[in-house]
């Protein structure tokens, strides 16, 4: 917004501002991991909850909070999600949840750097994911929208996402870098 006067940039705030649902009807919590050093796998969690609350006017004043239901997750094969189900991956009986609760968010816009406590299995470490903010519309039924795409990298083995089989050839079966591939699409609540 530079270049505009103070009270444009008040009425962008005012606009952006407020608290935001996650349409996750519009949204893609994804993620991807390399199988046998070969190929990627990519995967949803489909049954996501989530809040904004967005400062325009002061970044660091913003918000948010994710809830996975980890027994959402989705690669597209069958047997394979229920082996990430198990206790061999997620334990999700045992820990049915992966929250994430932003803590610090620095940047302006359209790039920030959001830190947060990311919660898997019971173990809660702060992550730093970048985010871009993708723009704000009022859509045809005139909801207030706002756009973000989320990315990352994280270590699996951090939450105790420990399982892996060595190949034959050397190496493992299943590596631990896991890439953050979100969509969010947010809808303002009215008031």
């Known amino acids: 917004m530079t270049g505009t006067d103070p009270a444009q940039q008040e009425q962008a705030h005012a606009e952006l501002s407020g608290d935001y649902d996650i349409d996750v009807a519009h949204s893609r919590f994804g993620f991807m991991a390399r199988h046998a050093m070969v190929t990627r796998v990519h995967g949803t969690f489909n049954d996501v909850d989530g809040v904004l609350h ?5 970044i660091g004043r913003s918000t948010a909070r994710v809830t996975l239901v980890a027994d959402s997750i989705d ?20 820990y049915p ?3 994430f609760v932003s803590t610090a968010i620095n940047g ?4 920030f750097e959001v830190t947060g406590d990311l919660t898997v299995k019971g173990i809660t470490k702060p992550v730093t994911v970048d985010v871009e903010f993708t723009g704000a519309a009022v859509d045809p039924s005139g909801n207030h929208r706002v756009g973000f795409e989320v990315s990352g990298t994280l270590n699996r083995r951090d ?4 399982w892996n089989a060595a ?3 050397g190496g493992m079966l299943v590596g631990d870098k896991v ?5 969010i699409s947010a809808i303002r609540r009215q008031e």
């Open 97 to 99: 949840e992966i929250t």
């Open 179 to 183: 890439t953050l591939e979100i969509d």
């Open 54 to 58: 967005l400062d325009a006017g002061d």
């Open 75 to 94: 690669t597209g094969v069958e047997q394979r999600d229920q082996h990430l189900r198990s206790n061999d991956f997620f334990d999700m009986p045992t």
């Open 167 to 169: 190949m034959e050839a």
């Open 159 to 162: 939450w105790g996402v420990n």
């Open 108 to 111: 302006s816009a359209p790039s």
